[in-house]
């Protein structure tokens, strides 16, 4: 979002200083940054475009692979304190057994349930075992 709350739309190429870089859609069902309330309802929406400036006030993003030439800063640190420098195991995984195959890449014979990602709950107060 840049700092009047506007959020940023994927594809829109405006970088203008006159207007902080806002134009105006007619979205409908299935845009991002509307969702409708009726059928078939349409609305003109203020968004921002996709190119990153210093009137941004949050900036939403996903690391998904650390290269050898992603900014200046992490070049010098090669390591981001917290962020890149250990690994997260996954919390929870796919149920489905064929999306359980599509991640691990596993053929039919394949034993699925060796692959289910489980995540152990705290027991609680007054309770003896704590759930799968």
């Known amino acids: 979002n840049d700092k009047q709350g506007f959020p940023m739309k994927q594809g829109v190429l405006t970088n203008s200083k006159i207007i902080s ?9 299935g845009h991002s940054c509307y969702s409708p309330r009726r059928d078939g309802e349409r609305k003109r929406k203020s968004v921002r475009g996709c190119i990153v400036d210093a009137n941004l006030s949050v900036l939403a993003l996903v690391i998904v692979r650390k290269g050898s030439q992603m900014l200046v800063i992490i070049s010098i640190l090669k390591e981001i304190p917290g962020l890149t420098d250990g690994n997260v195991p996954r919390r929870l ?3 489905r057994a064929s999306k359980i195959r599509k991640l691990f890449n596993l053929t039919k014979q394949d034993d699925v349930r060796r692959y289910v990602v489980k995540r152990l709950l705290p027991a609680k107060e007054g309770k003896e075992n704590a759930k799968r």
Not at 22 to 27: D, N, P, S
């Open 21 to 29: 870089g806002r134009v105006r859609l007619l979205m409908s069902k």
């Open 93 to 95: 995984g796919p149920k």
